[in-house]
C-alpha cells in the first residue's frame, strides 16, 4: 500500500515559537494533501486542503496565518504552527489519496507549555 | 455542508459480545469508508462500499451501505480484545481529491 510518513511523531515547544510539521509521501506522488486535527477521543477535523504549487484550501474556522501550509513538491507538504500557544495543543495528522481510500500519516503530537 | 452523524460515541462490550456503530449523512454519498484507529495510532483503511444495498465481508466484520447511500453500518461478530480503537466512517459526495467527512467515530472497549 502507499506510505505516508509523517515527521515528528511528537514535539514540545514553548507559546510563541513556531512549529513545522513535514509529511511526505514515500512512493508515490499527491498533488494533494490533507491536514487534520484530533483532540483526544474526538473525530478528525479537516483543517485544510494542501495543493501542490498552489494555495492551500482552508475550511471554515481555520487560520490560514496561523496554520501555514506549503505543498513545495510533490512528495512534501508542510505545515507550520506559528506563535504557538497551548490551546494549539493537538494531535495533527496528515493524510493523501492515491487511490479513492486515504491513507494517514502517524500523526504528529504537539504540546505547547 | 456534509455532515456525517455516528453512533454511538462509546460502546463497551465483553469479550465475545457482538458489537455495532452505524453511521447517516445529510446527503447522499458517492461512498462510504470505514477506518479503525488504535489507541495512539492513525487511522488505517478497513473498506469502500460504493454500491446501494453493498454488503461487504472481512472475517468478523460485515459492512454494509443503505439503498438510499445516506446511512452504513459496521458489525463485528464475537469481538476480540484486538478490536479495541476507535472506528470511523468517511463519506464522500462527489468523484475527486475532496476530502473525506469523517463521522466522530465509536470507540470500542473491551472487556475480558
Known amino acids: 500500500g502507499a506510505v505516508v510518513s509523517q515527521h515528528p511523531s511528537w514535539v514540545i515547544c514553548k507559546s510563541g515559537t513556531s512549529v513545522k510539521i513535514e509529511c511526505r509521501s514515500l512512493?508515490?506522488?499527491?498533488?494533494?494533501m490533507f491536514w487534520y486535527r484530533q483532540f483526544p477521543k474526538q473525530s478528525l477535523m479537516l483543517m485544510a486542503t494542501s495543493n501542490e504549487g498552489s494555495k492551500a484550501t482552508y475550511e471554515q474556522g481555520v487560520e490560514k496565518d496561523k496554520f501555514l501550509i506549503n505543498h513545495a513538491s510533490l512528495t512534501l507538504s508542510t505545515l507550520t504552527v506559528t506563535s504557538a500557544h497551548p490551546e494549539d495543543s493537538s494531535f495533527y495528522i496528515c493524510?493523501?489519496?492515491?487511490?479513492?481510500?486515504?491513507?494517514f500519516g502517524q500523526g504528529t503530537r504537539l504540546t505547547v507549555v | 455542508g456534509q455532515q456525517v452523524m455516528q453512533i454511538p460515541q462509546y460502546q463497551h462490550v465483553q469479550e465475545g459480545e457482538d458489537f455495532t456503530t452505524y453511521c447517516n449523512s445529510s446527503?447522499?454519498?458517492?461512498?462510504i469508508q470505514w477506518y479503525k484507529q488504535r489507541p495512539g495510532g492513525h487511522p488505517v483503511f478497513l473498506i469502500q462500499l460504493v454500491k446501494s444495498g453493498e454488503v461487504k465481508k472481512q472475517k468478523r466484520l460485515t459492512f454494509q451501505f443503505g439503498e438510499a447511500k445516506k446511512n452504513s453500518s459496521l458489525h463485528i461478530t464475537a469481538t476480540q480484545t484486538t478490536d479495541v480503537g476507535t472506528y470511523f466512517c468517511a463519506g464522500e459526495s462527489g468523484g475527486g481529491a475532496d476530502g473525506l467527512t469523517f463521522g466522530k467515530g465509536t470507540h470500542l472497549i473491551i472487556q475480558p
Open positions: 446527503t447522499t454519498l458517492s461512498n
Open positions: 493524510s493523501a489519496r492515491p487511490r479513492p481510500e486515504a491513507f
Open positions: 512512493d508515490f506522488q499527491a498533488t494533494t
